[in-house]
């Protein structure tokens, strides 16, 4: 099978097996980052092939919707990919990149091993900030049945997974547990100048929503 046929089937295989996901890790997320990743990775002359795998499978078995495994989602990609025939050496490669891409907390970044994990780190972070991460946001808190927001219940930067998994939070300690994080987080110059207008949205956002709702939004401790 030839790249292109097995990007296409790829897709499909990805739109069918995401159909009941909620807004935040849907088909559309995938395409949004699958497209940036594209872009960016063309400026970076990464391999695009990997990095249009990576991107279209990486939340195919998110461990957030999967008890917390976060072995799921290379292994099924990986099986996926095996299975169209591709050579081992890109699917190991990809699912490297699975297995490294999960946001872990604020407190244990994964440093990604290749310009390919990074160009779709970065497209998978830019789907997290401005006017679309904050519609996902509030998107994934709506569907765990978080607060919009929680004066009682105060962010706080997670030293480990297991602690970020288990936090009870709400959607507004996102921004400051993770979503405000990000922008210095950028891996690559393409990613950087997007996140910036992104990262400014998102201050205009909260700023806006503590006068309406006149309240004031902790901070979290470092
Ligand atoms: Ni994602």
Partial sequence: MNRDAIVE???????????????????????????????????????????????????????????????????????????????????????????????????????????????????????????IGIARAFAYGGSKGQAIYDLEIPPRLHASFNEYKQAKTTSVNHFYEKLLLLKDWMNTEMGKKLAQERHRFMEQFLQQLQTECDVEFVQPER
Avoid: C
């Fill in 9 to 131: 089937k790829t897709v499909l295989y990805v739109k069918e097996t995401l159909q009941q996901q909620e807004g935040s890790h849907d088909w559309l997320h995938i395409e949004r980052v699958w497209k940036n990743a594209v872009k960016i990775g063309t400026a970076e002359h990464a391999d695009l092939f990997v990095v249009e795998l990576a991107a279209l499978l990486h939340d195919i078995a998110d461990h957030k919707y999967h008890g917390g495994d976060e072995t799921v989602g290379p292994r099924v990609a990986s099986e996926w990919l095996l299975g169209l025939g591709v050579d081992r050496a890109v699917v190991q490669h990809v699912s490297q990149i699975i297995a490294d891409l999960s946001f872990k907390g604020a407190h244990t970044k994964t440093e990604m091993k290749s310009i390919e994990g990074k160009v779709v780190q970065d497209a998978d972070r830019l789907d997290a900030i401005g006017a």
